[in-house]
């Protein structure tokens, strides 16, 4: 346990383990194998080759990936893929591309995509607020389509899809970013899955990127080099200079996930434990604490929540704050309060996070319901 790093329930980047944090301050001075420090380690040492060999086993292991796919690390963030994937995906097709608007991150990625037409809108939970996800018969997904597009977990709203969208014969392309390695996912159904690092598994500066190898057959050849994914391909990442450190910590994150966590199935049953708790207690607050996202599509990563009043609102947070909780305000886009629950953060956290928030409760004269 580091008793100076304090409990991050932030939205993002997001809290780190303590054994990864202290690894990575020793490699900051020095990696022994080397004799240097991380910062200036070459991208082009046999060393950081075999760091991105092993990383990319560990996340084929981890998500039981089959033969077939292509595991890169890209730069530009999740934000980079929004633009890329249709600019990829969508040269030269006659039909739309089909896109579920379940929150901010999704419209994100829709506005991206829209900016070369060919997309159509299957769903938006715009109407109801984005407290709810679309349930399959609202999802009448075309065979037609050259893809189709969502966002697993959206961080911002707490919401999270618990079931893969689509149909097996449309590629499946999918935004993982805040969900990534928390559970299985299932990766064999999709054509496409990207996940930047600073939510659940690493720093920012690095995304991962996990590409069907058919599904790069028939690229357009027109795209500028670093968007090409058969350029990171070929180069097992080392197209241009890659984010040495960056990988390094995801590197290390995933070696936390295998050998001291013991897997993502694991790592599941920790964060429904996790999530369960904060749930619980919203749900057994009588109205004084109210959850954002219908029963049905409660995030496990993100928990977001109201209180009656702005003001009990306001003093909830600067109390949270005071007593060591960090990064529990809600997103600038909607408010509230948001305890994001990634991996490394620990049940203990969260323990003493419903201490606190039950404690809150019982402090107060008058009971205001939202
Ligand atoms: C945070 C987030 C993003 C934004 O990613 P950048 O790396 O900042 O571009 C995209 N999608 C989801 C689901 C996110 O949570």
């Not at 994100?108 to 037409?117: F, H, N, V």
């Not at 109205?287 to 049905?296: I, M, N, P, Q, V």
């Not at 909830?316 to 909780?325: R, Y």
């Amino acid at each position: 346990m580091n008793p100076r790093n304090g409990l991050n329930f932030s939205g993002g980047p997001g809290a780190l383990p303590d054994s990864v944090l202290q690894q990575v301050q020793e490699a900051i001075l020095c990696v022994p194998e080397v004799g240097l420090s991380i910062l200036g380690i070459s991208h082009r040492s046999d060393w950081f080759a075999a760091v991105v060999t092993e990383l990319e086993n560990n996340i084929r292991t981890l998500l039981e990936l089959p033969r077939g796919y292509h595991v890169l690390f890209l730069q530009g963030g999740a934000t980079q893929q929004f633009s890329t994937v249709p600019m990829v995906l969508l040269h030269g097709k006659k039909f739309p591309a089909e896109y579920v608007h379940s929150g901010y991150w999704s419209g994100k990625a829709l506005s991206e995509a829209q900016r070369g037409g060919g997309i159509r809108v299957l769903w938006s939970g715009e109407e109801c607020g984005y407290r709810r996800l679309a349930r399959d018969d609202e999802l009448p997904f075309s065979p037609d389509a050259p893809y189709i597009h969502y966002v697993s977990n959206e961080t911002v709203e707490g919401l999270q899809f618990h079931r893969v969208l689509g149909r097996d014969d449309v590629p499946r392309v999918c935004d993982m970013s805040s969900d990534f390695l928390s559970k299985p996912c299932e990766a064999d159904r999709f054509s496409l899955i990207y996940a930047h690092a600073q939510k659940n598994i690493g720093p920012a500066g690095v995304t991962v990127v996990i590409v069907r190898e058919s599904l790069l057959e028939h690229m357009p050849d027109h795209l500028p080099g670093f968007l090409d994914y058969r350029n990171h391909a070929r180069t097992h990442s080392n197209f241009n200079t890659p984010p040495v450190f960056a990988i390094y910590v995801v590197l290390l994150v995933t070696r936390w996930l295998m050998k001291e966590v013991g897997g993502v199935v694991r790592m599941d049953q920790i964060n429904r434990e996790k999530a369960e708790l904060l749930y619980g207690l919203l749900d057994r607050s009588d109205g004084f604490y109210c959850s954002r996202a219908h029963l049905e599509d409660r995030s496990r990563m993100n928990v977001v929540f109201t209180l009656a009043t702005a003001d009990a609102q306001q003093r909830f947070l600067a109390e949270a704050q005071a007593a060591g909780f960090s990064g529990l305000a809600g997103h600038r886009a909607i408010g509230g309060v948001r305890a994001s629950i990634y991996n490394a953060l620990t049940l203990s956290a969260v323990e003493q996070l419903a201490g606190f928030m039950e404690d809150f409760q019982h402090r107060q004269h008058r009971h205001t319901r939202c």
